[in-house]
Structure formats: C-alpha cells, structure tokens
C-alpha cells in the first residue's frame, strides 16, 4: 500500500496529465531564474506570445513548473481578454490578431463599418489572422483605431489595414519622446537628488504637495499629499503601486505623458516612494500600449544605470486587457498573479496592500505633475488654474490631449483647445469623464469640468476623458456603446454589477427605456456593488432619461 505522504508519480496524478515536451517549452520560456507565482501573468504572456495562444498542455506544465493548482492557473488565464486560452481538441486561433477598437470615439467613428468592411476585405486570410472587436484601446483621438499584433493603425480604413498586413507591419513604432539624456540635460532628476541628498526632507515634500492642493488624476480625485501621509504611521517595507492601466473608454493622457516625457513620472514615482519611505515601485501597465512597454523598459534600464534611483527597485508588469484592473485593488490582485476582482475594504491599500504591505497607488500622470510642483513650486501650479491633461475627442476638428487649467468647461475646450466643432457638426452633448461620467447636454457647456463640480448633474470628471457628441449622434447608440462595455468588463464578482449591467445592456438594446426599473436598478447598483465599476455602470442611461428623453424614442 502507498504511504499517504509518498509522492506521487505523474501516473497517479490526478486530472490533467504534465506533458514532457510542454513541460520542455515552459521551462526554456521562464528561463533559469526563480520560479514566483505572483509572476504568473508574466509567464503566460511569454507563452502567448511565443505560441499566439495558451493551449491546455502549457497550462498544465506552468501550474507544474510553479507548484500550482492547474485550476488556478486556469482561472487566472482565462480571466484576461489577451490570452486565448485553447482546450484539448480545440483548433489554435489564427496566429496574428487584429483589435477593431469598438471604444465609443472609435464606434462615433465609424468603428462598426470598419469592422464589417474589414471582414470582407480580409475574409480570405482567415487563417492567418484573427479579427477581434475590442473595447477601447486609448487612441481615441485617432479612430477609428486598431492594432495590428503590436501595431496602432491611426485612422483606420479598410485599404489601410490591408496595406499593414501586406507589408507585414505588425511591431509597435516607437515615438520619439524624451530619453534619459535629455530629460538629465533639461534639469531632470535634481529634484529627487536633493531628497537623496538630504538638500529635502519628506515633510518638505509632502508640504508643497499640499500647498498645491493636487489630486489624484486617476479618476477618484483624491488629495494626494493625504493620500502619501496614510503610509507613513504603518510598518515598514512600504511599496508605491504605479497604475499605468487607464482603461476608461475616451482617455489616453497617461499614453501621452509615458510616449513623451516618461521620465517625469519616473522622478515622481521615485520621489512618492522616497517620501513614503517605499523600498519599490510595481509599474502596471495596460498591454495596449506595447510601445511604452519598449520605451520603460529601455529609460528604466538607463535609469538604474546612472545611480539615481535610491536602491528603490522598479519593477515593470504588463497588464492583459481586464478594464476592472484599473480599479486600484483590482491592480493589485493582478500584480501579485491573480484575477483582477476587486477587494472589500478594509483594509486599505494604506495598511494592506500589495503583498499585504503598506502600499501607495498613484496614478502616471500624478506623479508627472508631483515632478513638475517639486521643481517649479506648488505657487507655479496654483498661478497656472491647477494644469491637467484632458483627453478630448469625439466631433472636434483637432482631437488629442490638451493641457487646460481644471475647471474649464467644455465650451473652452472644443473652441480654444480642440479648434472648434468638426465640419458639418453641431454641438449636441458630451461625456465629462469617459464612459462612467455620465453624458451632458450642450446646454450645460458651461459648467466647470472638475472634481465636485458634475455631482449635482448625476456626472463627474473622472480621468478628464471629454467625448464630444453632435447632433449627427444618436444618443441611443452611444447609451448602448458605453454599456455594452460595462456588461462586459464586469468582473462578475458581485450580483447588482454583473446582473444589473447585463439587464441594462439587453434593455438598451431592445429599445425597452422603462425608466422606473432602470432607476431601480441603477440604485441597486449603486448601493451594493463592490466598486466603481458597477457602481457607475448606470451613468449613461441616467443621464439619457435625465436630460436627452426627448431624443430616445
Ligand atoms: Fe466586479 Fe462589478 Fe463588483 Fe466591481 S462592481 S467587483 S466590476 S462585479
């Protein structure tokens, strides 16, 4: 008889049998260092992008290699949108995968014909390439956008796809930004010498950080110095969580400060950990955006290189397309190799957060602006109205990030930054805050986009995403857009979320606006889902009834 402690060999495992030549692949893949699980992603993106998908046998040999259960492995793989996990006697996916953003810019765009144009162009290659509708990609102020493996198509059109895939252009281009020397030359990385250097304390920072009354410009608009000042009573080691995972359909700022200036967020997250006595930074960022995943990976290196990081480790993580992820305790789960679900709280991040250590989450393009109010003062940046970028797209002739005082309003931004209406559009509505702020009639163009400033509308700013709606949109369709997303990035975890948005989404679609049933459930939803997603998640289709019921019938 077989002692019970005795171990067993590969025939008497139980369920999936561990595959030598799998086993072979996983190994060579991981290479010859440690074996961690909270690297998990990592290693399945290295299969994925080694194999175009996750077939059974790799699963099985990784959860072997890493002494996991093959169900945890599974449930994580098949948690994210970019792995394409293949069962036993299932057919591979095509090898090269094309993502028709389906974003509401993009789909206000003509995103839908694009997709149905591309399917007949390209019906032919079916083999060879995967068509793939996705939510928002952060190129907005380029749609309709797709990208072709790891390259951003701008402007997409069917004959343009087409001419990408004939010349085989299926790598991220990178765009010139300010590297390590130039952004040394410029002044770069004095402010963080001076906190290494003792010139700085941290009460010196966290005082002009407050003076400056910045808040976090992640979407939740929470002061940030308060924020720092959390982590400073709980034990050390402390860790700096920097969300790089913006998701929010209509917003790409973070996209913007990481292609042009990534070392200024760089400097701030080392300045944030500094001043919070962290002894690391985890970058996550989202996958969509593998170009700055090429550009950190290379200004990091040089970064370290040059002595000027602290003995604070930085440690790069990709994303696999779960929006929730965004959401700051979602980033946490997926950063120590788990499905993105949002935690209850308590405990906060604060106390117990990565690895259950005290851990600061800020968002990229906080700590850019941390950098610029350490270098120039928090009285530069109150003179200038409080700067922050703001992701305008939609019906403007010149789309893009734009760098406006906070509490602008709409009208200001489409005239003096966005160069007025596109041709042939009148001013009909906008989104404030991306796809969870509501949406807003032009007659409210005069309201100030900022924190505290939508509430009593039902809206808020969010991440500063500013879609702009004309009267050639129909305000069905964008209610439709907007929560079709949510039905589908719902994490599932809780029942108001994952019910309500699925309810929602097949009302929408069947035309049916039973206002009573949606604002009870859009309560519902607000009162007892976990996080912001579904709690949010009603936004748009209160917003119709609220101020566009005219135009739903
Ligand atoms: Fe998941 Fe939605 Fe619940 Fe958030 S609110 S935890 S996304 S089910």
Known sequence: MTPRNATKSPAHTKGRQ??????????????D???????????????????????????AALAAELKLSQAEVYEVASFYAHFDVVKEGEAPPAPLSLRVCQG??????????????LKDALGGLGEAIRMQPVPCIGACDTAPAVALGGNRIANASSSIVAQAIADNMTESTIPPYQDFDAYRKDGGYVAIEAC?????TPEDILDQIDASGLRGLGGAGFPVARKWRFLLDNPKPRIVALNADEGEPGTFKDRHCLETAPHKVLEGALI?????????????LRDE?????????????????????GGIDIYLRRGAGAYVCGEETALLESLEGKRGLPRNRPPFPANEGLFGRPTLINNVETLAFVTDIINNGAESYLAAGRPHYYSVSGRVRDPGVKL??????????????????????VFAGYLPGGASGGILPAAKGDVPLDFGSLEEYGCFVGSSAVVILSDKDNIRDVVGNLTDFFAEESCGQCTPCRAGCEKLSNMIEAGDWDEGLIRELAEAMADASICGLGQAAANPVLSALNFFKGDLK
């Open 104 to 117: 509401i810019a993009c789909e206000m765009a003509g995103a839908r014909e694009l997709l149905s144009s």
């Open 289 to 309: 955006y593998p170009h700055i995943r090429h550009i950190l990976q290379t200004e990091i290196a040089r970064l370290e290189q040059a002595g000027l990081t």
């Open 196 to 200: 290494l250097s003792g010139q700085k």
């Open 18 to 31: 561990i595959d030598g030549q799998a086993l072979d692949v996983v190994r060579r893949l991981l290479g």
């Open 33 to 59: 260092g440690p074996r961690h699980k909270d690297l998990l992603i990592e290693y399945l993106h290295l299969i994925q992008d080694a194999h175009g998908h996750l077939s059974a046998a790799h699963l």
């Open 404 to 425: 406006a005082p906070a509490g602008i309003t709409v009208n200001a931004l489409i005239e003096d930054f966005a160069g007025g209406m596109a041709d042939g559009h």
């Open 272 to 284: 944030a950990a500094w001043t919070t006595g962290s002894a690391s930074i985890y970058i996550y």
